[in-house]
């Protein structure tokens, strides 16, 4: 089992010098890091554990392999060939098992690089689910994405809907994405200990660039590549896991043969009460951006929500999110609540190089879940239906920013 789709240093040392790549565990020199691999059983049993690697810089370390409470010493040696025998583990329900491996001593300035766990014993007879596509270690690093796939109605022109991220649910590398359409999405993240965001991105169009056209007070703009290229807009925000927040895209032609797109984001309070003396930044309601998609005249369409981890090295952290109150207005039309949702998972899941995700709906709301090696997961590919909230939402289209 390679570490480099499966290992995370959970504990980082002073030096923050180990690093996990590709072909595995490197620059292992403080006895203060913690590497661990992760991999599924299907069934309890013994585990035999051996580290295959070889030893780079030293001539002799000693690293301790742990398995909850269980622990062996192993001696690594550059005379011995590797695998390197861990010894024999109890592992007592199926499941995500997690193996810490910690330097204790070494004669050099490394404890050794470690490219593979070997595992095996009745643990394993049933079949181990692991990240093996080293295509796509890096996708496997940041773990399993889920989504919330809407039918909303034909000429779309407003989507509304709220996220709540629980206490303790907000580990930096989340994004928490809100109003997802064809062509752009719309949410919040957390981009680092000091830092978060309200996101709102629009990709270009076959036939041209997404060009901004308006943007709020505060609001950084800029144009995005990757997964695609567009047009990209953030406002920093101080967001808070616990609370809920609003989250409103309208999409508009403008006549000339292209869509004008448009995000507002708001605190569970906000009453879209803006008028002429303090919509310059004093509204409850936000403005983000608008963006004009070009060559292509459509109202909102292919609308979704989505939960992702964009940092592989934090793919070990879980994360949830609740997902409620959608609701879809059609151009001239009123309000129309969605409480049905399709929930699906990426590749990362759909491959079983991961299993740790979930999706499913508490009373009115919808949760999606992610990373955090927890088990079981809920299969993907299946329909969900909220209980309705009946209460249309209290946003004054016209006074809008």
């Known amino acids: ?20 790549t590709d072909t595995g565990l490197h620059n292992w020199d403080s006895s203060k890091a913690v590497v661990s691999v992760y991999f599924d059983v299907q069934q309890a049993g013994e585990l035999q554990l051996s580290l295959a690697g070889s030893l780079t810089g030293a001539s002799h370390s000693t690293v301790k392999v742990s398995i909850g409470g269980q622990s062996h010493l192993v001696n690594l040696s550059s005379t011995a060939p590797s695998p390197f025998p861990a010894g024999s583990f109890t592992i007592d329900k199926p499941g995500y098992v997690k193996v810490d491996l910690q330097g204790v001593s070494t004669d050099g300035g490394y404890y050794g690089d470690i490219t593979d766990l070997q595992i095996s014993g009745s643990a394993t007879a049933a079949g181990t689910v692991y990240a093996n596509d080293p ?17 909303v109605p034909t000429n779309t022109e407003y989507f509304y809907s709220e996220v709540t991220v629980p206490e303790g649910q907000d580990p930096v590398g989340s994004y928490y994405m809100a109003d997802g359409f ?5 949410g919040m993240q957390v981009n680092s200990p000091t830092e978060r965001r309200i996101l709102f991105s629009v990709w270009d169009s076959p036939t041209g660039n997404t060009t901004l056209v308006n943007k709020g007070p505060g609001v950084i703009t800029n144009g995005f590549g990757g997964e695609g290229t567009g047009g990209q807009s953030h406002l920093r925000y101080a967001w808070v896991a616990g609370q809920t927040y609003r ?6 032609p403008d006549g000339n043969g292209n869509t004008l797109f448009t995000a507002w984001f708001a605190s569970a309070g906000a009453q879209g009460n803006c008028n002429a003396q303090n919509s ?10 608008t963006w004009k998609y070009v060559g292509d005249t459509h109202y909102l369409r292919g609308m979704y929500s989505f ?10 952290i879980g994360r949830r999110a609740a997902f409620g109150n959608q609701w879809a207005k059609p151009a001239g039309g009123d309000w129309v609540e969605i409480t049905s949702a399709y929930y699906d998972a990426d590749p990362t899941g759909l491959n079983k190089q991961r299993l740790d995700f979930a999706g499913g ?14 088990t079981p997961s809920v299969s993907s590919g299946q329909t969900f239906t909220r209980t309705p909230t009946g209460i249309k939402p209290d946003v004054n289209l016209d006074n809008l920013p």
């Open 307 to 316: 939960l992702e981890s964009f940092d592989p090295d934090l793919g070990y």
């Open 247 to 252: 989250f409103l895209t309208r999409a508009q």
């Open 182 to 186: 064809n062509v752009g999405y719309f």
């Open 280 to 289: 310059q930044g004093n509204c409850d309601w936000h403005l983000i951006a």
């Open 135 to 151: 295509a796509n270690f890096y996708w496997s690093r940041r773990g399993p994405s889920v989504h919330l796939g809407y039918k």
């Open 1 to 20: 089992m390679p570490l480099g789709g499966n290992a995370f240093i959970t504990n980082t040392s002073p030096t923050k010098n180990e690093t996990i």
């Open 361 to 374: 709906v508490i009373g009115n709301q919808f949760y999606l879940r992610n990373d955090g090696f927890f």
